[in-house]
């Protein structure tokens, strides 16, 4: 795990708290994730590049007789393209820089953030009332603790799951999580 995760983690501890479980998401498990977006990105890129070889009248551009600005109106969209191909990247970089964190008394999940500072999610027992597991074969899987609903635009809207995602021995983290929210309020041991 990264240490200023580490860092950040004990710093966050209140007096009485004990961390029991700690780990950092599968980096490669995540950026799988992505798996959709960059299948979607293929055909953006691809047809990005060929509609402005198409404006460009699929020719070399010749400065002798001036510039054809036109083409250059699809930049924008390769380079959408490309931050669609490269998600993989991006995703395996943030659970690089991410932390999942069970104590006596709440989970907590630390991001770090790209650009400075960072992101502490706090789960108290009361908040973890419908957790859902998902398990891989070798055992490694997902737990969600909670969903979030975003506005999308457009009267649309989108849910992200919130969550211990890419870890080892989900079933015993799962039942960690049960033994918080079982626990009584009085009695933080």
Same mark, same amino acid.
């Given at each position: 795990m990264d240490y200023q995760i580490e860092q950040l983690f004990h710093a966050e501890l209140k007096a009485g708290e004990v961390m029991r479980w !700690?780990?950092?998401p599968s980096p490669a498990r995540l950026s799988r994730r992505a798996l $959709?977006?960059?299948?979607? =990105?293929?055909? #953006?890129? +691809?047809? +990005?590049?060929f509609w402005i070889a198409g404006a460009s009248g699929f020719?070399?551009?010749?400065f002798r007789h001036g510039f054809n600005w036109f083409p250059l109106f699809g930049l924008p969209f390769i380079l959408i393209g490309f931050g669609?191909? !490269?998600? $993989?990247? #991006?995703?395996r970089r943030q659970a690089k820089q991410t932390g999942y964190f069970i104590t &006596?008394?709440?989970?907590?999940?630390? @991001?770090r953030k790209a650009f400075g500072g960072? /992101?502490? /999610? !706090?789960?108290? $027992?009361?908040?973890?009332? !419908?957790?859902? /597991?998902t398990q891989l074969a070798d055992g490694s899987g997902d737990i969600i603790l909670d969903r979030e609903l975003r506005s999308s635009g457009n009267n649309g809207s989108r849910t992200t799951e919130i969550g211990f995602? =890419?870890?080892? @021995?989900?079933? &015993?983290? @799962?039942?960690l999580l049960a033994s918080l929210i079982q626990q009584k309020p009085g009695a933080l041991s």
């Open positions: !700690s780990a950092a $959709p977006m960059v299948l979607f =990105g293929v055909p #953006w890129t +691809a047809f +990005a590049l020719k070399v551009p010749d669609m191909l !490269s998600s $993989p990247l #991006w995703i &006596n008394q709440r989970a907590l999940i630390l @991001e960072c /992101r502490i /999610r !706090s789960f108290l $027992p009361s908040q973890l009332a !419908s957790l859902e /597991r995602f =890419g870890i080892p @021995e989900v079933r &015993n983290v @799962e039942a």
